[in-house]
């Protein structure tokens, strides 16, 4: 049976049981871009991770349909006199889907497990604000000498090398998120199947038909079931934008987190304000292979971002839903200065002379043509982004080729540090701080997909994280990406993103936010 109709055959047999008054279960049918490659909180990395993740699990804090920061299996806590020691009172009711209690140790438990290299975790370094985290990461010390302590059954304490401001907001990241001790050492490493998956979310999940659907079903042992209004979530994964539109259309999907930009104006016609467009704190980037010749070739770097006009993709490719990028770190995060790569106020033209001077000296031109291939995960969008691209750099001698993957296998290629040219990836906020971007570069980082390794950006890393002040921290932040990324280009910014989703107006509670955060939790379906 095709993915198509068998969503429909779902979907309306959901319609029919209600109507003959069988059950009145209200069905959400979420597009999401892609398939996650887990759903052990401990082991994503993607946003259609996330998105999934965020309704099975929460974290201590957790975000509202604002993205607004509020209390969640914490239910208060309180910060030492120095910023150094936070102590969470975890909220009484809230269980696991079990019945169980959800615990200070369980929270131990799952704090020690990311940061266990034996877990490999590709937000490990998440962890660095805490005391140890980085030396039990690196090997150097045991899980249990990492800074957190259960006090008591509901009092989870954490310590942390300095103050943090971001420290709360980091905490509805899903790599914070507690998994139940007793369920992860029963099933091992089966526990994130159906019916093997306890959770403390909002939901449980049900069924992972890959490539098909993943249904979760609300968890009645959830401490505020009584407010979910949505009983079933069925997420299913839309990597072909256009199709989604036609099931979009026909009733068969609810909602999708992308659209096929080129064919905006013909969405908004036809949907309305159904489509939503708006700021987000995001970069669209490439990355090189910086191990590897040529690219290790800084020069080199830089001639082909130089060569890449940043507003012809905003405007041709992604009609004016993207902005030009030349920092990692977007615009909007107070406080900080970000720090542009030195030809960012230059013309393109401009530009290109000079790409095409250092190509020359490196030897390159009509009878040594430059050899690259961009990889990209499936999307329309990101397939008329590298052929923009590809044009753009054949006057200049360069001979792309393009290799297109499910969005699954390119991101674990990545993190796998497979071999590659230059690669496409993205970057969302977790929350709203310069060095959830920053950190992405550092040697350590598990998303540093393009194995950039500078002693120099490390140590302003770490001074910016022992930084007195935040003025003196956000300085040292803003000399790291002058150092990583507009001098050694560890990344090649693009475009700073705009989240396009569009969203039937059957569902209530949809938020817009620059975080683009939206837990099934805080929604409805009329």
């Given amino acids: 049976m095709n993915v198509s109709f068998k969503a429909w055959a779902i979907g309306s047999t959901m319609l029919m049981m209600s109507a003959t008054g069988a059950f009145a279960e209200v069905v959400f049918n979420r597009g999401n871009s892609a398939d996650p490659e887990s759903l052990d909180p401990h082991k994503t990395s993607t946003v259609y991770e996330a998105n999934i993740v965020r309704d099975?699990?929460?974290?201590?804090?957790?975000?509202?349909?604002?993205?607004?920061?509020?209390?969640?299996?914490?239910?208060?806590?309180?910060?030492s006199p120095d910023g150094k020691v936070y102590t969470f009172?975890?909220?009484?009711?809230?269980?696991?889907?079990?019945?169980s209690p959800v615990t200070a140790n369980d929270f131990v438990f799952s704090w020690q497990r990311v940061t266990d290299p034996a877990t490999a975790s590709e937000y490990a370094y998440l962890m660095a604000p805490v005391v140890n985290a980085e030396d039990?990461?690196?090997?150097?010390?045991?899980?249990?000498?990492?800074?957190?302590?259960?006090?008591?059954?509901?009092?989870?304490e954490v310590m942390l090398n300095a103050p943090t401001p971001y420290f709360l907001e980091m905490l509805t990241h899903q790599t914070t998120f507690p998994v139940s001790k007793a369920n992860v050492e029963a099933k091992a490493a089966d526990f994130t199947k159906a019916g093997n998956l306890v959770s403390n979310g909002a939901y449980v999940l049900a069924e992972f038909v890959p490539n098909d659907h993943i249904k979760i079903v609300k968890n009645d042992k959830f401490y505020d079931a009584a407010n979910v209004k949505i009983d079933i979530v069925n997420y299913i994964p839309t990597e072909d934008r256009s199709t989604a539109m036609k099931r979009l259309e026909?009733?068969?999907?609810?909602?999708?987190?992308?659209?096929?930009?080129?064919?905006?104006?013909?969405?908004?016609?036809?949907?309305?304000?159904?489509?939503?467009?708006?700021?987000?704190?995001?970069t669209y980037y490439y990355a090189f292979k910086l191990d590897k010749a040529p690219w290790d070739n800084v020069k080199l770097r830089h001639a082909?971002?130089?060569?890449?006009?940043?507003?012809?993709l905003a405007e041709k490719v992604w009609t004016n839903t993207m902005i030009p990028a030349y920092s990692f770190v977007p615009p909007g995060i107070g406080g900080y200065e970000t720090s542009l790569t030195e030809y960012a106020e230059t013309s393109q033209l401009d530009r290109e002379d000079a790409a095409k001077k250092i190509l020359t000296e490196l030897g390159y031109g009509p009878d040594k043509p430059l050899k690259m291939e961009i990889r990209y995960n499936t999307s329309e969008n990101h397939k008329l982004t590298a052929v923009a691209i590809q044009e753009q750099l054949k006057p200049l001698g360069i001979e792309v080729s393009l290799l297109n993957t499910d969005t699954k296998t390119h991101y674990g290629h990545l993190e796998q540090k497979g071999d590659f040219d230059i690669a496409r990836a993205g970057?969302?906020?977790?929350?709203?701080?310069p060095a959830n971007f920053l950190d992405l570069c550092k040697s350590t980082a598990g998303t540093n997909y393009g194995s950039y390794n500078s002693k120099e950006y490390d140590d302003l890393m770490a001074a910016a994280a022992a930084a007195s002040s935040p003025d003196e921290r956000m300085k040292k932040l803003s000399d790291a990406e002058a150092i990583g990324v507009a001098r050694d280009l560890c990344v090649v910014p693009l475009l700073h993103y705009g989240f396009h989703t569009i969203v039937s107006s059957k569902i209530?509670?949809?938020?817009?936010?620059?975080?683009?955060?939206?837990?099934?939790?805080?929604l409805s379906k009329e």
């Fill in 250 to 282: 026909a009733g068969e999907l609810d909602s999708n987190d992308d659209i096929p930009t080129e064919q905006l104006a013909e969405l908004k016609a036809k949907f309305g304000d159904q489509v939503r467009l708006g700021p987000l704190l995001g």
């Fill in 508 to 522: 209530k509670g949809w938020e817009d936010n620059v975080m683009d955060v939206h837990p099934s939790r805080f």
């Fill in 136 to 156: 039990v990461t690196a090997g150097k010390k045991k899980p249990a000498e990492l800074g957190v302590k259960a006090i008591d059954d509901m009092t989870f």
């Fill in 56 to 79: 099975l699990f929460m974290g201590l804090m957790v975000h509202n349909a604002k993205a607004e920061l509020q209390p969640g299996a914490a239910e208060s806590y309180t910060v």
């Fill in 89 to 99: 009172k975890l909220r009484a009711g809230a269980n696991w889907s079990d019945g």
């Fill in 427 to 433: 970057w969302s906020a977790d929350y709203k701080d």
């Fill in 304 to 312: 082909i971002s130089m060569a890449i006009d940043r507003d012809l």
